[in-house]
């Protein structure tokens, strides 16, 4: 449990030697002070999802502060070893909410991860696969959609339960096998139509919104997405469903691709005029920490004011409809559910109470307390491509804690979270259903009533 060994100096050490990850790059992202931050006290280690799992200091946010100072000091470099225990971060941030000292990780993880990734070099690389899909696949909705009709068919016809059975699946690539594996259990033939650009609300107009959608969600669960308009309709809201928009720039941001990132995000910056909105409405808690994160991330750049703008309007739907002042479904759900928080929901944007109030609402659901609930699945964007084992030590250890509560329904803000505890749960031979709050809120509240878009 060696801390890498290093000290803490108070100012930065000039080095000549080679730091293994440009400098100057990170340093016009990263301010200095941030590092400073961190008085080295240890009370974010508990909340640590690889601290707890590997007990090594250096897979804690105090080890792995302690790393990324000593690299950009110039007392240690960005070598395989430094590599792996950041890498093995999920940028989960429950060291932030655990922090008292106020230590901003996101800020210096995410571009440090990008650093390493922009410097990597032959097997510091993820496979050629992994990283074509990054690029050319995932970011794009109507690619993704593409790229799942055989999924689809696979799973409506059973082909892919026999591959499965007969240990056919193994002769695709690993990459493949666990994108597979991540699939939701039930996915139509044919996925619903897209939704309208226009949707108006139930009974008077409260707010006028405009609906991120997004790109995996789209994609994968576009149920969730008509789920989430058809509750912003019954409480009162006009929906948009903004032309021209694109993937947030996550996927791309959190693979060293910073350029295809910064694209996707000016080209929303285009595509939404804030000044039309109450609000900009999005559900799955990973994109919305990224857009609520515009206004940082493009502070040096050119659209910094149009940035601020956007990032003022997003909200994710469970903050904006409390407080908005949710209108009560009627429909009782009687069933026992239980709810996960995702980290980029709680930690990234703290919303905890808000899911549970509404949730609250449905009468007869009853929602029981998961222990651990704060600490990460394991999914944690693509963490579950790039770090197998890990993914599935914590996706199991969160499978067990929701398996003990007896619940048979799970809710989760955010796609990857679904998608992942899903597959560990029923890998476990446990088939609950696994659902954004909005697909229960939806169901509670009932069809819309003439239908007019
Ligand atoms: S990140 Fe915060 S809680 Fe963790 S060691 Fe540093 S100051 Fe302490
Ligand atoms: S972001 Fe999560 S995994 Fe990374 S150091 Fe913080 S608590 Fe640990």
Same mark, same amino acid.
């Given at each position: 449990m060696?801390?890498?060994?290093v000290?803490?100096p108070?100012?930065?050490?000039k080095?000549?030697?080679n730091?293994?990850?440009?400098?100057?790059?990170?340093?016009e992202?990263?301010?200095?002070?941030?590092y400073?931050d961190?008085?080295h006290c240890?009370?974010?280690?508990a909340?640590?999802?690889t601290?707890?799992?590997?007990?090594d200091?250096?897979?804690?946010?105090r080890?792995r502060i302690y790393?990324m100072?000593a690299?950009?000091?110039? $007392?240690a470099q960005?070598?395989?070893k430094?590599?792996?225990?950041?890498g093995?971060?999920l940028d989960?941030?429950?060291?932030?909410s655990? /922090?008292?000292? +106020?230590v901003?990780?996101g800020?210096?993880i995410e571009?440090?991860k990008?650093?390493?990734?922009?410097?990597?070099?032959?097997n510091e690389k993820p496979?050629?696969?992994?990283?074509?899909m990054l690029k050319?696949?995932?970011?794009?909705a109507? $690619?993704m959609?593409?790229a799942?009709i055989p999924?689809?068919?696979?799973?409506?016809? +059973?082909?892919?339960?026999?591959?499965?059975?007969?240990g056919?699946?193994?002769?695709l690539?690993k990459t493949?096998q666990?994108?597979?594996a991540m699939?939701?259990?039930?996915?139509?033939?044919?996925p619903?139509?897209d939704?309208?650009?226009?949707?108006s609300?139930v009974?008077?107009?409260?707010?006028?919104?405009a609906l991120?959608?997004?790109c995996?969600?789209?994609?994968m669960?576009?149920?969730?997405?008509?789920?989430?308009?058809?509750?912003?309709?019954?409480?009162? /809201?006009?929906?948009d469903?903004?032309?021209g928009q694109v /993937?947030?720039g996550?996927?791309?941001?959190h693979?060293g691709?910073e350029?295809?990132?910064?694209?996707?995000m000016?080209?929303?910056l285009?595509?939404?005029d804030?000044s039309k909105y109450d609000?900009i409405?999005m559900?799955a808690?990973g994109c919305?920490?990224?857009l609520?994160?515009y206004a940082?991330l493009?502070h040096h750049?050119?659209?910094?004011e149009q940035?601020k703008?956007?990032?003022?309007?997003?909200?994710?739907?469970?903050e904006?409809?409390v407080?908005l002042?949710?209108?009560?479904p009627?429909?009782r759900?009687?069933i026992?559910?239980?709810?996960?928080?995702a980290?980029?929901l709680?930690?990234g944007?703290?919303?905890r109470?808000?899911p $549970?109030?509404l949730l609250?609402m449905?009468?007869?659901?009853e929602l029981?307390p998961?222990e651990?609930?704060?600490i990460?699945?394991?999914?944690a964007g693509?963490?579950?491509?790039?770090?197998?084992?890990?993914s599935?030590?914590?996706g199991? $250890?969160?499978?067990?804690?929701?398996?003990?509560t007896?619940?048979?329904?799970?809710a989760?803000?955010?796609?990857g979270c679904?998608l992942?505890?899903q597959k560990?749960?029923?890998?476990?031979?446990?088939?609950?259903?696994?659902v954004h709050?909005?697909q229960?809120l939806?169901?509670?509240y009932?069809?819309i009533p003439?239908?007019?878009?």
């Amino acid at each position: 449990m060696k801390i890498a060994d290093v000290h803490a100096p108070e100012a930065p050490i000039k080095s000549t030697s080679n730091p293994g990850v440009d400098l100057a790059w990170l340093a016009e992202r990263v301010e200095y002070g941030l590092y400073q931050d961190c008085v080295h006290c240890g009370l974010c280690t508990a909340s640590c999802p690889t601290y707890v799992m590997t007990g090594d200091e250096n897979d804690s946010p105090r080890g792995r502060i302690y790393l990324m100072r000593a690299v950009v000091d110039g $007392r240690a470099q960005a070598s395989e070893k430094v590599r792996n225990h950041l890498g093995l971060c999920l940028d989960c941030r429950a060291c932030e909410s655990a /922090c008292p000292s +106020g230590v901003q990780y996101g800020k210096l993880i995410e571009p440090f991860k990008v650093a390493l990734e922009l410097s990597a070099k032959g097997n510091e690389k993820p496979p050629i696969l992994l990283r074509l899909m990054l690029k050319h696949l995932f970011p794009y909705a109507n $690619r993704m959609k593409l790229a799942l009709i055989p999924a689809r068919i696979g799973k409506a016809t +059973g082909l892919l339960n026999l591959l499965e059975s007969t240990g056919l699946i193994h002769l695709l690539p690993k990459t493949l096998q666990r994108m597979q594996a991540m699939l939701p259990t039930k996915m139509p033939l044919f996925p619903p139509k897209d939704l309208a650009s226009k949707l108006s609300p139930v009974g008077p107009r409260r707010a006028k919104v405009a609906l991120f959608t997004g790109c995996v969600t789209e994609a994968m669960t576009p149920e969730t997405n008509q789920a989430t308009a058809r509750v912003l309709q019954h409480n009162g /809201c006009e929906v948009d469903v903004v032309h021209g928009q694109v /993937c947030c720039g996550a996927v791309s941001y959190h693979s060293g691709d910073e350029m295809s990132a910064k694209s996707f995000m000016r080209q929303n910056l285009k595509a939404f005029d804030p000044s039309k909105y109450d609000a900009i409405i999005m559900n799955a808690a990973g994109c919305g920490a990224m857009l609520k994160d515009y206004a940082h991330l493009m502070h040096h750049d050119p659209e910094a004011e149009q940035a601020k703008a956007f990032t003022a309007k997003v909200k994710d739907i469970s903050e904006f409809l409390v407080t908005l002042g949710p209108v009560k479904p009627k429909n009782r759900i009687d069933i026992q559910a239980t709810y996960h928080d995702a980290c980029h929901l709680c930690h990234g944007q703290q919303i905890r109470n808000q899911p $549970r109030q509404l949730l609250g609402m449905i009468d007869g659901l009853e929602l029981k307390p998961l222990e651990e609930t704060e600490i990460c699945c394991g999914a944690a964007g693509t963490y579950n491509l790039t770090q197998p084992e890990m993914s599935h030590k914590l996706g199991q $250890r969160k499978a067990e804690f929701i398996e003990s509560t007896g619940a048979t329904m799970v809710a989760t803000g955010n796609i990857g979270c679904q998608l992942q505890i899903q597959k560990h749960l029923h890998d476990r031979g446990n088939h609950s259903d696994v659902v954004h709050p909005v697909q229960l809120l939806d169901q509670a509240y009932g069809p819309i009533p003439n239908r007019n878009s």
